[in-house]
């Protein structure tokens, strides 16, 4: 018997995404309203492309709205990403504001976490595959405060601050979910 994992995000399909990407960028510096004019447009003369993805959204399993969705994705998202082009060179969620000629920011050194706070995610992850991923984290927290607690002020002295410590605690017990979750 097999069981299907359940998908908390749903992305849309590259095709998708090239076309919602260059209207979004047409349209960037439009206001709210002007957009939305130009959004209800495009909706109407791309009715094939944006039909075919919601169905496949459907079919995947998603629930919500899927017009908000994409109309949310390219006024939020999309038109304040950056080209490809635009991000040779540069760090992680950095460059911002960088004209030409100038130097792209540097990244700063990976820092890892301590393999045995790593092996505790991957055990705990284990024993919960297919509850929600954000439920999980929270059960994991409460459940390793301490080692958590030694492994942050090991970091804390490393110079990192604690606000940052904790979304790097989030994002790796996220990332090793999802990553324990496909294999």
Request: some cysteine.
């Amino acid at each position: 018997m097999t069981t299907e994992n359940p998908i908390y995000r749903f992305k849309f399909s590259d095709e998708f995404i090239i076309e919602l990407n260059s209207f979004s960028k047409l349209y960037q510096y439009f206001d709210r309203p002007s957009y939305k004019e130009q959004w209800t447009r495009w909706v109407n003369n791309n009715n094939e492309i944006i039909t075919q993805e919601s169905d496949r959204l459907t079919t995947n399993g998603y629930k919500g709205n899927i017009l908000d969705k994409m109309y949310k994705s390219g006024r939020y998202y999309f038109r304040n990403k950056k080209n490809s082009n635009q991000q040779q060179g540069e760090g992680q969620g950095q460059g911002q504001g960088q004209g030409e000629g100038q130097e792209p920011n540097k990244r700063r050194p990976y820092i890892s976490l301590d393999r045995e706070l790593i092996e505790s995610m991957d055990n705990h992850i284990s024993t919960v595959i297919g509850v929600q991923p954000s439920l999980s984290y929270e059960e994991f927290c409460e459940s390793n405060t301490d080692s958590m607690n030694q492994e942050m002020a090991r970091l804390i002295i490393d110079g990192l601050n604690k606000d940052y410590i904790k979304a790097k605690f989030k994002k790796t017990y996220k990332n090793r979910y999802f990553l324990l979750r496909k294999s």
